[in-house]
């Protein structure tokens, strides 16, 4: 009796709600850290589209942020396991004829010159 009892107490209960649960669509993430939080934003970029908006912002602890690694890196092993390698070229990336298949990153600001 008393198991069953810890085992309630130790349960979380996690909502979502229809809005959160449609998602949001990104194929650009940018991260930055600093001495106390780790900061993803996610983005959506369109083709021919020279704008993108920051659709989520996620901030995290350095010990989260690694948790978040590690359980990223179980579930790309598991997936590569049952569906086989992640083509880490782009595999049909809008991006596939830059460099690593990613979008240019001047995010909007002034470039520099030599």
């Known amino acids: 009796?008393?198991?069953?009892?810890?085992?309630?107490?130790?349960?979380?209960?996690?909502?979502?709600?229809?809005?959160?649960?449609?998602?949001?669509?990104?194929?650009?993430a940018i991260i930055t850290h600093s001495n106390s939080e780790f900061v993803i934003d996610y983005v959506r970029v369109m083709p021919?589209?020279?704008?993108?908006?920051?659709k989520s912002r996620?901030?995290?602890?350095?010990f989260h942020a690694k948790r978040l690694l590690n359980a990223l890196a179980d579930n790309v092993r598991k997936f590569e396991?049952?569906?086989?390698?992640?083509?880490?070229?782009g595999g049909g990336s809008n991006f596939s004829s830059n460099e690593g298949g990613f979008p240019p990153m001047n995010f909007g600001g002034p470039t520099t010159e030599a």
């Open 58 to 62: 996620i901030l995290l602890t350095p």
């Open 1 to 28: 009796m008393a198991d069953e009892k810890n085992k309630n107490q130790n349960q979380l209960n996690i909502e979502l709600s229809e809005e959160v649960a449609e998602g949001t669509y990104s194929n650009l």
């Open 81 to 89: 396991s049952n569906f086989g390698p992640i083509d880490e070229n």
């Open 48 to 54: 021919g589209v020279p704008k993108a908006k920051v």
